[in-house]
């Protein structure tokens, strides 16, 4: 059991920590994707043993003791491997030896999961009758995996969290060889003594390598441009470079009527991408001129002196904006301590000592810095603020190539607008930057959602509170708590003339006065934003080729712009440069679904064929035919349900955790901890003879359904009036909420083992073959659902499918 439980925690701790590489390496939502294939190794696991249990029950400790070494080998070995294998995520549509690329990383990734599944697998089929203790081991170890690695993320760099996990499956044979009682204790010596060779190897073999593609690889081509300070956490690798040959010159949307050119900057990188500068202050006002040249820069023509919140602060490029304006006072959010550590200490003197500590915050025109997510930040807050100003929080190539389609992001949703609006002091503003992508796109979709926002506000006429405009390469929405006045037009006006930048829509505005300086082809922003305000919106919505209805908390996919009926056209214009039109992510996201869906019926159908065939042999297929149907069905439905609920939560915990880190360490903990809580709890319904209570099932299946809409039913109500609670005590509520509905989605699988065992113990591994191949398809299925029907409904599907098992139970 306490082998089960090391290699269980291991194989949890080598997925977070993949999706944490391959985060460095590509781009994470690729990462996502990777990982969930590479988990078919699980299901692989129950088809290798379907036909090998004769072997299993013969050779037990060797075979566990092998396959526990085999992947502390591979889990090192295997990366290392795959960082070679040239895939491009950008190529997938254009290169046809990509799709082939692909699928070998995910074949090379699937080794390690295959080698920890048959361990777990192999005890099941080993040990029958204690189907819920190696069932709890399994998803304790798993949950304690899951949060030990983000702690060690925070003291180790990545790879040599791997050397460390690759160690404790050696260490998981030796115990497992103990374990087992044999007299001859050398090979669990032999297995300690191997468990110290992944810390002898070289750097160079385990350190993540970077997509020659990404932000930081390219600013590295600069000659002379180097990395001058490193962090690492679970938030990300924090790079700053500096370029003394060739300065940095970082600001976005700048007019190309601008005077002053920027003072000298470092270039701060999170994962490789999203450069935002540190910009060198001396204290001169004058040595920020360029701030004022810039889209970002139009509020505080329309603002005296403003009380302001800067959401994604950053290295501090928005603050000194604020400060170059005169802003009385400047409260700035960031998420990333390591670079709020940077920019306040590391670099201190040379961004001017912007983030200021204690009594220094209260100096006029100083930044009051809060490291905390911004959409939480401004839940909790009673603050109310003259300019809510959210940053250009990502990379230009990476949000104009379509990486940033899977994420999700609840700054940009019609409530997270409705939240900023309701911290707005009368006659204040809400600003927000996007970069300029054609045809319009994020800046539409941000639009359609400031209506709605404004809509449901109240505000019977939203038009007379927005504006926008738009330079070469960065558009900037005011929204104004109160309407724009005729002396606000005048200035914004004025403002966009003297900088050559275009008017995209204010209250009252004509279409001649529409994209003058920075001509773009049709549909521009103003027909666009016209056309949102007018009565046939929904209509454009639909006829639009881009998918721009707004963003919300539960379907809260801002950067998805992706629609089936524009891809033929997409790809007609491949030739002429047309491919960034496409958003990448979403594709890649249905040709993984497909290739798992393919991959997980070759592991089901090959054990089934071969049980079926053993069964023929021994003249008892008929009985083994009706097992298999049922066996099929019930362990499928549960393996996608649990995954629909797990990753549905994960993302609605987000917002009431106030930080990503948070919510998936509180929430996999919870559901993997709870779930091994109710696994131990449910052999009372059965002693491991005996069949299993008649419904029992059903029982369990009716208060998951009850947990779930409890759940479902608080999470509005906690975020409203809890949010602003300690950290610890809303991470214990989470976990008190989570802990009744994971209890009882832990006894499903162990219930449904026991009957499989009563009935003919030859489906064991092929049971688990199905609940693990249903497991990693559900997991992409999950998210691919949660963006067209959102994540309550994702919720709802899983509990049909519980229902679905409990009916069809073996």
Not at 48 to 53: C, D, E, H, K, N
Not at 354 to 382: K, N, Q, W
Not at 392 to 416: I, K, M, P, R
Not at 796 to 805: F, K, Q, W
Request: hydrophobic share 55%.
């Amino acid at each position: 059991m306490i082998a089960v439980a090391m290699i269980s925690a291991a194989a949890l701790a080598f997925e977070i920590l993949l999706m944490r590489l391959f985060s460095i390496v590509l781009w994470h939502h690729f990462a996502y994707m990777i990982i969930s294939l590479a988990l078919l190794g699980y299901g692989a696991s129950g088809a290798l043993l379907t036909v090998a249990q004769s072997a299993v029950q013969q050779r037990f400790a060797a075979l566990f003791c092998a396959a526990a070494a085999a992947f502390g080998v591979s889990a090192i070995g295997c990366f290392a491997l795959a960082q070679r294998v040239p895939f491009n995520p950008l190529e997938v549509l254009w290169d046809p030896r990509q799709p082939a690329y692909l699928l070998a990383v995910y074949l090379v990734l699937a080794l390690p999961f295959l080698f920890a599944g048959a361990c777990v697998c192999m005890a099941y089929s080993r040990w029958r009758g204690t189907a819920a203790r190696i069932y709890s081991a399994d998803i304790l170890g798993a949950g304690a995996g899951s949060l030990a690695v983000m702690g060690l993320l925070f003291v180790l760099p990545p790879q040599d969290a791997l050397r460390l996990i690759g160690a404790l499956g050696f260490t998981a044979a030796a115990v497992a060889w103990l374990e087992c009682g044999h007299p001859r204790r050398w090979p669990a010596l032999a297995l300690m003594v191997a468990a110290g060779l992944p810390f002898l190897l070289p750097p160079a073999w385990v350190a993540p390598v970077m997509s020659p593609y990404k932000e930081l690889s390219q600013t590295l081509r600069i000659p002379q441009a180097r990395i001058v300070e490193e962090r690492f956490s679970p938030l990300g690798l924090v790079s700053v470079v500096e370029s003394p040959g060739t300065p940095l010159r970082h600001a976005p949307g700048l007019s190309l009527n601008a005077p002053a050119e920027p003072p000298p900057q470092l270039g701060v990188f999170i994962d490789g991408e999203g450069m935002s500068a540190l910009t060198r202050y001396d204290g001169r006002r004058d040595s920020l001129a360029h701030f004022g040249q810039m889209t970002s820069a139009l509020p505080y023509h329309l603002l005296r002196r403003p009380h302001v919140l800067v959401l994604g602060a950053g290295a501090g490029a928005d603050v000194l904006q604020a400060r170059y304006h005169g802003a009385r006072q400047i409260d700035a959010v960031e998420l990333n301590p390591q670079v709020v550590d940077l920019v306040r200490r590391r670099f201190a003197n040379y961004a001017g000592g912007i983030y200021a500590d204690g009594d220094d915050a209260r100096l006029p025109g100083s930044a009051r810095l809060h490291v905390a997510e911004a959409r939480g930040f401004v839940a909790a807050s009673r603050q109310r603020y003259d300019l809510i100003h959210v940053a250009l929080l990502d990379s230009f190539s990476a949000s104009s190539a379509g990486l940033y389609a899977l994420s999700e992001n609840y700054l940009y949703t019609v409530q997270a607008l409705q939240d900023d609006l309701r911290h707005l002091e009368p006659g204040g503003l809400l600003s927000i930057t996007r970069w300029v992508v054609l045809p319009p796109r994020d800046a539409l979709k941000l639009f359609a959602a400031a209506v709605v926002a404004l809509e449901r506000s109240g505000v019977a006429d939203p038009a007379s509170r927005l504006a926008l405009v738009r330079s070469w390469q960065t558009s900037t929405l005011l929204v104004k708590n109160g309407a724009f006045s005729d002396e606000d037009i005048a200035a914004i006006k004025a403002f966009c003339t003297e900088r050559s930048f275009d008017l995209a829509f204010y209250p009252g505005m004509q279409p001649q006065e529409a994209n003058r300086y920075n001509v773009v082809a049709p549909p521009d922003l103003f027909a666009g934003a016209t056309a949102l305000l007018g009565p046939g919106r929904n209509e454009f919505l639909q006829s639009y080729k881009f998918h721009i209805a707004p963003a919300t908390d539960d379907k809260p996919h801002f950067f998805h712009f992706f629609k089936w009926r524009s891809l033929p056209e997409l790809l007609l214009l491949k030739e002429q440069g047309g491919l960034p039109l496409l958003e990448w992510g979403y594709p890649v996201l249905v040709a993984t679904l497909a290739q798992a869906v393919l991959a997980s019926l070759l592991l089901i159908a090959a054990p089934a064929a071969w049980v079926a065939w053993v069964g023929a042999r021994q003249r008892d297929s008929r009985p083994l035919a009706g097992s298999r149907r049922r066996v099929f069905v019930y362990f499928a439905a549960i393996g996608f349900a649990f995954m629909f609920v797990e990753i549905a939560f994960i993302q609605k915990f987000v917002l009431f955790l106030s930080h990503p880190l948070y919510a998936v360490a509180v929430v996999l903990f919870a559901f993997l901890l709870f779930a091994g809580i109710g696994s131990a709890a449910s052999k009372r319904l059965h002693d491991g003879s005996a069949p299993v209570l008649r419904h029992a099932e059903v029982a369990v299946v009716g208060a998951i359904a009850l947990s779930a809409a409890l759940c479902l039913g608080l999470l509005p109500w906690l975020f409203r009036h809890a949010v602003a609670l300690p950290d610890p005590l809303r991470i214990f509520i989470s976990a008190a909420l989570i802990a009744p509905l994971a209890f009882f989605m832990g006894m499903l699988f162990p219930l449904g083992l026991a009957r499989v065992e009563a009935n003919d113990a030859r489906l064991i591994p092929w049971a688990w073959a199905i609940n693990g191949c249903a497991s990693v398809t559900g997991a992409v299925l999950a998210t691919l659902l949660a963006i067209h029907i959102g994540f309550t409904a994702v919720v709802g599907a899983a509990l049909v499918l519980y229902a679905v098992a409990a009916t069809a139970r073996p």
